[in-house]
């Protein structure tokens, strides 16, 4: 069993989550309420976890769950409870569930008096992969999708509608209901158009394609997250292939062919909808 800081007055840790990055355990508080233990492993992209502890840090509990206490690479983290908003979606309806979206997503980007963390990702950093992917298919002669994505991420970022620190990995397995309401968990602190945060819900669940390519759902989430937003329905669309395309970029950099073409499958459906719009 791990051996957790004396100070954080936890016990009784119970692995409830694995990934290649972290492990993930429920301990009691002292109060004898739940909280959540995120013990970082060693690997290449570590940094980036640690951005996402210091927009917590940031957001203090706004939108997001609460950072409690950290020790080396391992954070203590507020329970934010354990109903998936994917869970929601199954069983009240994927359109409930983009309204919960947005609404999390306007309390991410609400105004905080505290200034933000200085080593949050700038978005045209977090692009690197998909413009590698594109300049290697226009060497090679070929006009596809990355090429035409990299384009619209090079206008998004020359022509931001606003600049803020964003989560970065928005999703339906990012976002749980609990004590507080629902609440994000797991940033990656990134700063830039909050387009970008509207973008990784197009692509989820990830065992939902048949919500994900159908044009009813894209066009209704353009909508919802362009109010929440301020922006079009075609800049949030934009974002969103631009996004896609990029995720594919990084299946491909792991020779993942089968999840590199379904996003890249996905990014053009959403494509499709942009220019009908």
């Not at 002292?30 to 502890?53: I, Q, T």
């Not at 992917?133 to 002669?141: H, L, M």
């Given at each position: 069993m791990p ?9 009784a840790?119970?692995l ?8 993930i ?30 927009f ?5 509990g ?6 409690l ?7 203590l ?18 359109d409930?569930?983009?309204a ?6 306007a309390?991410?980007?609400s ?21 590698r992917a ?16 990299a384009a ?6 020359a ?26 968990i ?8 909050p ?9 989820n669940?990830l ?22 937003l ?27 062919a ?14 499709t ?5």
């Amino acid at each position: 069993m791990p051996a957790f800081p004396e100070r954080w007055k936890v016990s009784a840790p119970e692995l409830i989550a694995e990934t290649f990055s972290s492990r993930i355990w429920k301990v009691t508080r002292e109060d004898g309420s739940p909280a959540v233990v995120k013990d970082l492993k060693p690997f290449d992209d570590v940094a980036d976890e640690l951005r996402g502890e210091h927009f917590l840090a940031w957001r203090r509990g706004e939108g997001t769950v609460r950072l409690l206490g950290r020790d080396g690479n391992r954070m203590l983290l507020e329970y934010a409870g354990d109903r998936l908003l994917s869970q929601h979606l199954a069983e009240h309806g994927d359109d409930a569930a983009t309204a919960i979206a947005a609404e999390v997503m306007a309390r991410l980007l609400s105004s905080s008096e505290h200034h933000p963390p200085p080593d949050l990702q700038p978005l045209r950093d977090r692009f690197v992969s998909l413009f590698r992917a594109a300049k290697a298919d226009r060497d090679a002669g070929k006009d596809t999708l990355y090429v035409e994505a990299a384009a619209i991420a090079e206008r998004l970022l020359a022509e931001p509608h606003d600049v803020r620190p964003l989560h970065g990995d928005l999703h339906h397995d990012n976002v749980l209901f609990g004590p507080r309401g629902w609440l994000a968990i797991d940033p990656k602190g990134v700063l830039g158009d909050p387009g970008f945060d509207a973008a990784n819900m197009f692509y989820n669940p990830l065992d939902r394609d048949d919500l994900c390519l159908d044009p009813r759902r894209i066009a209704h989430m353009a909508e919802v997250f362009g109010k929440t937003l301020g922006q079009s329905p075609r800049a949030v669309l934009d974002h969103a292939t631009a996004y896609g395309c990029l995720s594919a970029a990084w299946h491909r950099e792991d020779s993942n062919a089968v999840d590199e073409n379904r996003e890249l499958s996905i990014a053009e459906a959403i494509r499709t909808v942009r220019l009908s719009l």
